[in-house]
């Protein structure tokens, strides 16, 4: 039978012999620390995987990009995108919507604007409030180089089976669960709308 080593370093149960119809000496815990140990091994699974498949596609070139984003991290790209997605979202909304601390992302927004990629305007219903737009030209850069990465992404998967890209497609809803499960929930600042 198992049984657990009084030893907090000792992951793995230990066997000992024990009577007939001995049942483990902490039963409740052997199913928890099961579960613990695989969700601790798909933890390393799934970073991995999102390590490699961020790595992947930041690293991934598309044919005409622009000379302005040259020189720009994954953050920034991050940043741009979000902005394509949700012009005049506020700084503090950016920032939670990328999981960073609004100073953070300051120093990210004074890079893009100094390119001339991002403007910050205020909010004309309340000023203390900085709305965040790309400039004018950036909108079709950034939409150019989705459409690029999509691409990529398509023919990527489309050298997939049917049976992995099931796979695939099955286990989304799974893990927006997963990131919502690291998102922390936020509050909206007084007066601010998102």
Known sequence: MTSFSPSPSSARPSRTHAGVGARPRLAHDLPMAARDGVAGQLAQEVVEAARLLWATVGAE????????FEKLRPRHIQLLRLLAQRPGISVRAAAEALSMRP???????TDLVDAGLVERLGDPRDRRIARLYLSDGTREEVESVERELQGAVVEALARLTDVDQGRIRSALPALRRLIAGLTPPTEPSPGERR
């Open 61 to 68: 070139k598309p044919t005409a990009l622009p000379a302005a």
């Open 103 to 109: 100073h953070n992302l300051s120093t990210l927004l």
